[in-house]
């Protein structure tokens, strides 16, 4: 088994080229079935995900086995998701550049755009909604991005989703739409 997973997820870059430059797997797993990219873009380590972009990482990869137990609820199954959920603004545009799918369903956020407007990333909401994120996206535990950011009290991500056309009647999730959302939350 490589190295490579135990070097991006301690930030060893220099290891992690060493690896790769004696042909180390770039998709390479950890015990948690995830790969280096999307570990390296959960971490935010940069110099790490641009190593990995350049030696051919798959910018779409799943991560993890997300179809039993705790997993199937979990945050983020891609490298773009998890950036997106913790705020990495310069890894979210890299993978968008590298051909990152922009809209692809995870598990408890539903999309890219609802976790950065749950986690109050307005930067990342802009930079996702000017790839093609699809603003009105249903799914998820919140339903849509609008009612994930309702939910929290994130004013100027509500602010911006409805400027750009989000339903605020739209029913979906388990908070049924927005004004519930945001009220449930106080």
Known sequence: ?????????????????????????????????????????????????????????DVNEDSGDRTEGLQAVSNYTNALQAASYNGHKAIVK???EKGAEVDVDCGFYSSALQMASHNDHEAIVKVLLKKGAKLNAKGGHYGSALQAAS????????????????????????YGNALQAASYNG
């Open 151 to 174: 939910y929290n009290g994130h004013g100027a991500i509500v602010k911006l989703l409805l400027e750009k056309g989000a339903e605020v009647n739209a029913q979906d999730g388990y």
């Open 94 to 96: 890299l993978l968008l």
């Open 1 to 57: 088994s490589s190295g490579l997973p135990w070097a991006v997820k301690h930030g060893h870059q220099t290891a992690a080229e060493m690896l790769l430059k004696e042909k180390a797997d770039v998709e390479v797993r950890n015990n948690r079935d995830e790969t280096p990219l999307f570990v390296a873009a959960e971490k935010g380590d940069w110099d790490v995900m641009k190593l990995l972009v350049e030696k051919g990482a």
